[in-house]
């Protein structure tokens, strides 16, 4: 054998070794690193496709309550309705067959803005009636869709008339922050 064919092919072989070394093993750490990523995206994918299932779940749930969730917006409304208060008292006082003189909505305080979960609107109601008119007022305002807590009723003789009194009912309504 002739020594130069021997170099020539331990050459080749040398060089085809360091191509190797140089072009291939980069593209195995690239294959290697592209199937962690691989990997990744697929649990991000399994995750992803868990929470659809969920939101897709918690829709069908709130399908199914609907009418639930419209009746507790009723009661306890998104926004502050003075009007809607205010007409609706006017009606059930109608109702009741005793008179509305006076109704007021006093702002919330500051101190009861932070501690409850929903807002507090403080209404102050003159009615003008006798007793059994209260009872009916108050029952008709309990049964009302809004909610209303009462929290004081003072009453007074009315001005010459005995058989007459005059009711000052305090509440709360509330709304939603």
């Not at 291939?24 to 991000?44: C, K, Q």
């Not at 007021?104 to 409850?116: C, L, V």
């Not at 009462?150 to 009711?167: M, P, Q, R, W, Y």
């Amino acid at each position: 054998m002739n020594p130069n064919k021997n170099y020539i092919g331990a050459g080749l072989i040398a060089a085809a070794i360091i191509l190797f070394w140089s072009l291939a093993l980069p593209f195995y750490h690239d294959v290697s690193d592209l199937d962690a990523a691989i990997r990744e995206r697929d649990n991000l994918l399994k995750s992803r496709s868990a929470i659809v299932a969920n939101i897709k779940t918690l829709n069908l749930e709130y399908q199914k309550r609907i009418s639930e969730i419209t009746k507790l917006s009723t009661i306890v409304p998104s926004k502050k309705s003075v009007a809607e208060i205010l007409s609706a008292v006017n009606d059930l006082s109608t109702k009741s067959g005793i008179e509305l003189f006076s109704s007021s909505i006093i702002g919330q305080k500051a101190s009861d803005a932070n501690t409850n979960p929903y807002n507090l609107l403080p209404v102050e109601i003159g009615l003008t009636g006798n007793y059994l008119g209260l009872i009916n007022f108050l029952g008709a305002l309990e049964r009302n869709l809004r909610l209303v807590d009462i929290t004081s009723v003072d009453a007074a003789v009315g001005l010459g008339n005995t058989s007459v009194l005059n009711f000052i009912v305090k509440g709360n309504a509330y709304y939603l922050k």
